[in-house]
């Protein structure tokens, strides 16, 4: 259940409360760290996106190991009762070596994202936008109308949309977001209906299949998944069949999981992937990802990754493998700075399977 605006008194005792029981904020991780679901910190209540009033409290309170002073009142986004606003920014500087190639060095903004949501009836309708500032032009992300029913148990979303599909990483470069095609770059329009009941987490979607691009046939996209939560681990269970194409269909499929060990919260999802969208017979893949994060202490993450990718199960030793070690150090509130470096291995024909990366990004958040 969503956590919308308090009087000033009620937030002050809220903040000791987030203190104690969310050390998390917009990663998958976070949420196998503190046993929640997505919707807990988020807006969207499959995770991303703008971060509701329980989340932005966090932020100020428990997220960071050192807060700076704003005075008598904590950020929560809200305008008004009935209006709330948030941004993202993400700006890159990066080394990457190709193989046979000069070595590139480059800053980079990544993204800056602004978000709102009006809402009529407070926890019950709402009005949701995700827009994409920069770099380039404006690009819509996300614009849809939520119903939730009253006791929060259901809901039904309608518009442009990310589709829910195994873990809502923050890296889109991640091969079982790229694999999938199910990602936060490739949102698509359509309806989505979700059920919430316990530690049972649902979604259901019918989309156009294009991405948000336009429609060329009468084909469609549907989608769904099952996760179960404990306070201590989750699994889950998710399946995509797409006809769109003219050509075929293809069906993704996929299984994941969390589980906390002390500080350290480990994420593992496999994707398996039937594509005839290419017009020349099915293509089986797989997509593989392994996932380590070490709380080191209040503010200071590292997380170690390991993926694998097999592009045709039919061809043997086509396989790619990445591992990547990055340091997230938050120092203040609403500002995380992030450092590391990613190994990629391949097929000794495709130099582009050999990069090198090492990047330092700084991430503001509100």
Not at 126 to 153: C, I, K, M, T
Not at 183 to 207: C, I, L, Y
Not at 270 to 299: C, F, P
Request: glycine share 12%; charged share 15%; aromatic share 12%.
């Amino acid at each position: 259940m969503r956590i919308r605006p308090y009087p000033l008194a009620m937030r002050w005792l809220l903040a000791p409360l987030l203190f104690l029981i969310l050390p998390a904020h917009a990663e998958p991780y976070l949420a196998v760290q503190t046993g929640f679901k997505c919707g807990q910190c988020h807006v969207n209540p499959t995770g991303g996106g703008e971060r509701n009033t329980f989340g932005n409290v966090f932020a100020q309170t428990q997220l960071a190991p050192r807060r700076i002073d704003t005075g008598s009142d904590v950020w929560t986004g809200d305008v008004t009762k009935f209006l709330s606003v948030g941004g993202d920014l993400r700006f890159d500087g990066s080394y990457s070596k190709v193989p046979q190639s000069p070595s590139v060095n480059q800053f980079d903004l990544e993204q800056a994202r602004v978000y709102l949501d009006a809402s009529p009836i407070p926890q019950r309708l709402s009005v949701y936008v995700d827009e994409q500032v920069a770099p380039g032009g404006a690009l819509n992300r996300e614009a849809y109308g939520v119903y939730w029913s009253a006791d929060h148990d259901w809901y039904v979303k309608a518009g442009q949309m990310y589709l829910p599909f195994g873990f809502r990483l923050q890296d889109q470069t991640a091969l079982v977001r790229q694999v999938s095609g199910i990602n936060m770059t490739t949102p698509d329009k359509g309806a989505e209906f979700g059920w919430e009941r316990g530690a049972w987490d649902t979604q259901f979607t019918v989309s156009n299949g294009t991405a948000g691009g336009p429609v060329s046939n009468h084909g469609k996209q549907y989608g769904g998944q099952l996760i179960y939560v404990e306070p201590l681990w989750r699994v889950g269970l998710a399946a995509n069949y797409n006809d769109a194409a003219a050509t075929g269909g293809r069906g993704t499929y996929g299984a994941f999981a969390g589980v906390r060990t002390g500080p350290i919260a480990w994420l593992g999802e496999v994707d398996y992937i039937n594509d005839r969208s290419l017009g020349n017979g099915a293509v089986k893949s797989v997509a593989t990802l392994a996932e380590a994060n070490w709380r080191i202490a209040q503010g200071h993450n590292l997380k170690v990754t390991g993926e694998f990718y097999d592009p045709n199960r039919d061809i043997a030793h086509n396989g790619q493998t990445r591992w990547s070690l990055v340091y997230e150090l938050t120092p203040i509130q609403f500002v995380q700075l992030r450092a590391g470096a990613r190994y990629s291995d391949g097929i000794p024909q495709v130099p582009a399977q050999h990069t090198r990366l090492i990047f330092v990004q700084l991430h503001g958040f509100f």
